[in-house]
């Protein structure tokens, strides 16, 4: 079979996209998650193809594509209120939700269960080319049963060349891991597989949600799956994988002491495996789950060359869950836990109350809790390591042996270039001391403002950001440290934005004043490792 190229660029080519669907023929279109085989889902003899193209087995039913939520009552015979609220908060977006199917799905895309997934893309080309096919699409990934998912065009083209009627190129994907797959049949939604829409998410607009034990762990001997996909090895390329689990200085270490083969990493650690003779991908910075998600399907096809392959695991709560999941499967579960205790990084803006929420999370995980800020004030109290370090930096702020703090403040505050050096000074150093408080307590909670500036993430099995309304914040720095409004604002301004921690952190909490049932639901998220 010729497989036309097509390009998501040109209208006409999304045109023949759809007329190959119409016709009951496959063909690969990009989604925002992964590339989709897709076919018409009402079609049953054409969704029959796509089993044969991927060497899939006959029962992994399949997900629904639509590109308008009136085609969600043609599915489903009955859409419950619930199911209508995430749609709106999450869709077009990457969430397949489950429930009970109507007559009109066929046999071959259910496989037999009574239920099917519906997903609503965000990808205007998936969009445009439902809409002009003008039916429903049936589209598991578009790889190899087996391999991993595609996220580019010629991932496609490597395993389904030949195989298929079309490929529609549509660029890179922007999520880069399937949907979030989350059964809305029972009381409780259930997550079946993890996504870029996590447990967290949807527990925020529905006030409950659960994920499948199955998620976690192997399936084991004779065990019910509610999703079928979760029981094969999947997402594996030929070399074997190896998946190391835990901090990522832990990691790294871990992985160093190993011959040099193969590694996908985190930017952090890739010049000193290199340095060492390790072939490396790396994925991005270590906290960035985004960066990993979209990109660990090709650092799997690029890794592929015969070593044996060792990862750097992401952390696994938030949306870290997603490409941890997808690791732990291409690894066939084969995972070495390289941190001895839990290390959970606390975070945030002056004033969200981080030191409070920081104790309260050591009492309920019995951790004892670091507080950086205080850590620092006793070194530079005492006449050790730091001192001597500053002051030879700043001879300026020597008042007798001693760190003149409101000297050595004057000086950095005017002038970045000071500053820098300082921290260059002072992070290491803080973050030495958390190490040893972590390992001598066998655990910790870090309380620490500069976490990421510091690098003390990286010692970190999990990390959490606090935040709080802006007005609350700027009432409490006030209050606490007797200053003006115009004080307390500038502090804030000199401050990361809310974002940056989004970004960052694997879990954010809203500390609203005494409520402690926000940080009760995530704890036992915290210490997992
Ligand atoms: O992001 C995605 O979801 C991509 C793009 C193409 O949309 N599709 C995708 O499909 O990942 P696939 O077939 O590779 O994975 C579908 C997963 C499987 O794990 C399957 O077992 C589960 O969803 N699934 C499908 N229908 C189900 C159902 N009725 N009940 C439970 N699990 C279901
Ligand atoms: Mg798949």
Sequence with gaps: MKTLQLSGDRDNDILSAAEVLKKGGLC??????????AADAYNGEAVKKIFEAKGRPQDNPLIVHIADLSTLFELWDFVPEQALRLAQE???GPLTMVMKK????????SCGLDTVGVRFPEHPVARRVIELAGVPLAAPSANLSGKPSPTLASHVAEDMQGRIDAILDGGACSVGVESTVVDMTGEV?????PGAVTEEMISEVLGDACTDPAVEGGLK????????GMKYRHYAPESPVSLFCGAPDDTAREILTLPASAVICFDEYKAEFEALGFDCVSIGSSWDHAAHARRIFDALRVSDGGKKIYIQCPRRVGMGAASVNRLMRASGFDSTLCSPYPVIGVTGRSGSGKSYL????GEMLGLAVF????EYKKMLRENGELTKAILKAFPEADAEGRVDRRALGNIVFRDGRKKALLESI????????????ARARGGAVLDVPLLFESGIDRMCTATLGVYAGEELIFDRICARDCISAEAAKLRLDAQPELKFYFDRCDLMVKNDGDDLNALRKIAEKLIKI
């Design 28 to 37: 690969a279109i990009p989604t925002e998650t992964v590339y989709g085989l």
């Design 90 to 92: 999450f869709w077009p």
């Design 102 to 109: 109507t007559a009109a799905v066929p046999y071959e895309v």
């Design 189 to 193: 939604p259930r997550v079946l597989r």
């Design 221 to 228: 001997e004779g065990q019910q799956v509610r999703s079928p």
């Design 358 to 361: 920081s104790r309260k999370l």
């Design 371 to 374: 507080d950086s800020d205080m």
């Design 426 to 437: 002072t992070h290491p150093l803080v973050a030495k001391a958390a190490g040893e408080f």
